[in-house]
């Protein structure tokens, strides 16, 4: 399984301000998803990067909000912009290979806080 | 309807329990079964797949009834570690996978 490397870990925001979450992997992958999951609550996909093509956003989440980059094959970045407190959440990027498909490996999450 | 449904829980069990959790999906074109678990204040991690002809790993067995669209797992003799949310997970082919909503083990001492 693929070495995932979640920064931040944790962040405390302002209302207002934009928060960068990075995910780097330690071999290159095919798929890289960005979940969102309250504290007690189920896995809410945000969308799908594929490298060299815009991510695919889920319904509910817009790309001016949510904008996502990946660079290349081992990385990927979820902006959270103009924080509101709703968006205090779990984010989470998971990983897919063309060996592994349907089998998803997860970062350890960013745990954010908007005041 | 949810494509992935689960008993969210919780379930209590003392240790030494055999617990089962089960698992319905909706889309009979669905490819691939999985088995994952979510400790708290964690990432969630593959705990096992699933095949038709059904699998054990330890403690932890893995049924699939395609027929039914239904996946189960036992677990006989509950550890206090197993406390957990198991996630129902299903491979929709390509890259397409979606995750149940968790079904969450107490095990108590």
């Known amino acids: 399984s693929a070495v995932i490397s979640q920064k931040p870990s944790r962040d405390i925001c302002q209302r207002g301000t934009s928060l960068t979450i990075q995910c780097q992997v330690d071999s290159q992958v095919t798929m890289m998803f960005w979940y969102r999951q309250q504290p007690g609550q189920s896995l809410t996909l945000i969308a799908t990067a594929n490298q060299g093509s815009e991510a695919t956003y889920e319904s509910g989440f817009v790309i001016d909000k949510f904008p996502i980059s990946r660079p290349n094959l081992t990385f990927s970045t979820l902006t959270v912009s103009n924080m509101s407190p709703e968006d205090s959440s779990i984010y989470l990027c998971?990983?897919?290979?063309?060996?592994?498909?349907?089998?998803?490996?997860f970062g350890a999450g960013t745990r954010l806080s908007v005041l | 309807r949810k494509e992935v449904e689960q008993d969210p829980g919780p379930f209590n069990v003392p240790e030494g329990a055999t617990v089962a959790f089960n698992c319905t999906y909706s889309?009979?074109?669905?490819?691939?079964f999985f088995w994952y678990r979510q400790d708290c204040r964690k990432e969630p991690k593959l705990l096992m797949s699933?095949?038709?002809s059904g699998n054990e790993d330890g403690r932890f067995t893995a049924q699939l009834n395609r027929a039914s669209q239904y996946i189960s797992l036992l677990i006989r003799d509950s550890k206090l570690s197993d406390s957990a949310t198991y996630l129902c997970v299903v491979g929709m082919g390509g890259f397409k996978t979606i995750f149940g909503a968790g079904t969450r083990l107490f095990v108590k001492a």
């Open positions: 699933v095949y038709s």
């Open positions: 998971s990983v897919s290979s063309e060996v592994t498909k349907n089998i998803q490996y």
């Open positions: 889309n009979s074109a669905s490819q691939s």
